[in-house]
């Protein structure tokens, strides 16, 4: 397609007929087969949380977020209460609803209406969630809010650079490395380099039928090991 230019011949971006400002996020559950995302709340998680958290017996859980550990229950639901009462981060509650029981913590954050942009961030899984169906579905429930219910353009995946574990579960998941952003973050006491990754609305529709078809039923054996990878059913990156 030809560079799209103004009068002056300069080079502009391609139009976006009827732009509107989005909703932002209620906080309603979002619904799948293996687990249901709740509004975090004190009474309802947070005690439920920290015992699950407390099978992360060295702490690594904590060492890429801005908090934690949490040596005590009282503590930790004060930070529950905190973000419970915020609207930019807007936290969830991640319920495995085989056991019944919040496994893990997720939110919408940086939200912006007006330019159609989100991300997903503070993610907190205790090792029950970790490299389970359940962990994926959270995150494709969430995706398919902010695109498909809300309307939003731009999904954005952010994380310490050193986080390994967390660049492999954005890749596997669809998200595309944009860059580092160089000491964008002082953290406990330490320099953190950003990485950045996105989905964009164009890209999203792929990937949705990629994860439906990963998250299927049939995609997994009577143990609830996988037939096929993700990595198998991804459309390619863009060149």
Same mark, same amino acid.
């Given at each position: 397609?030809?560079?799209?230019?103004?009068?002056?011949?300069?080079? %502009?971006?391609?139009? /976006?007929?009827?732009?509107?400002?989005?909703?932002?996020?209620?906080?309603?559950?979002?619904?799948?087969?293996?687990?249901?995302?709740?509004?975090?709340?004190?009474?309802?998680?947070?005690?439920?949380?920290?015992?699950?958290?407390?099978? @992360?017996?060295? +702490?690594? *859980?904590?060492?890429? *977020?801005?908090?934690?550990?949490?040596?005590?229950?009282?503590?930790?639901?004060?930070? =529950?209460?905190?973000?419970?009462?915020?609207?930019?981060?807007?936290?969830?509650? %991640?319920?495995? *609803?085989?056991? +019944?029981?919040?496994?893990?913590?997720?939110?919408?954050?940086?939200? @912006?209406?007006?330019?159609?942009?989100?991300? /997903?961030?503070?993610?907190?899984?205790?090792?029950?969630?970790?490299?389970?169906?359940?962990?994926?579905?959270?995150?494709?429930?969430?995706?398919?809010?902010?695109? @498909?219910?809300? #309307?939003? &353009?731009?999904?954005?995946? !952010?994380?310490?650079?050193?986080? $390994?574990?967390?660049? $492999?579960?954005?890749? &596997?998941? #669809?998200?595309?490395?944009? #860059?580092?952003?160089?000491?964008? =973050? =002082?953290? !406990? #006491?330490?320099?953190?380099?950003?990485?950045?990754?996105?989905?964009?609305?164009?890209?999203?529709?792929?990937?949705?039928?990629?994860?439906?078809?990963?998250?299927?039923?049939?995609?997994?054996?009577?143990? +609830?090991?996988?037939?096929?990878? %993700?990595? @198998?059913?991804?459309?390619?990156?863009?060149?």
């Amino acid at each position: 397609m030809p560079q799209r230019t103004n009068d002056l011949g300069q080079p %502009i971006g391609e139009p /976006v007929p009827n732009w509107v400002s989005r909703p932002v996020p209620a906080r309603t559950a979002l619904q799948g087969r293996t687990c249901r995302l709740e509004p975090l709340r004190d009474e309802a998680h947070a005690a439920r949380l920290h015992e699950q958290y407390r099978a @992360d017996r060295e +702490g690594a *859980l904590w060492t890429y *977020l801005p908090y934690g550990p949490f040596e005590a229950a009282s503590h930790y639901a004060r930070w =529950v209460q905190w973000a419970q009462s915020q609207t930019d981060p807007i936290f969830y509650a %991640i319920v495995d *609803l085989a056991s +019944g029981e919040p496994v893990g913590v997720a939110s919408y954050l940086r939200i @912006d209406p007006a330019m159609g942009a989100i991300e /997903v961030g503070h993610l907190c899984f205790a090792p029950a969630l970790q490299r389970t169906a359940a962990s994926s579905e959270a995150m494709y429930l969430m995706m398919r809010h902010a695109f @498909d219910d809300l #309307g939003y &353009r731009r999904y954005e995946w !952010k994380c310490d650079s050193l986080n $390994a574990p967390s660049l $492999a579960a954005a890749r &596997r998941l #669809g998200f595309r490395f944009e #860059g580092t952003f160089r000491q964008a =973050v =002082v953290t !406990k #006491g330490r320099n953190r380099d950003t990485s950045w990754l996105s989905i964009v609305d164009g890209e999203w529709p792929p990937i949705r039928t990629a994860l439906e078809a990963w998250l299927a039923p049939s995609n997994f054996d009577t143990t +609830g090991r996988q037939r096929r990878a %993700i990595g @198998d059913l991804m459309p390619p990156a863009p060149a």
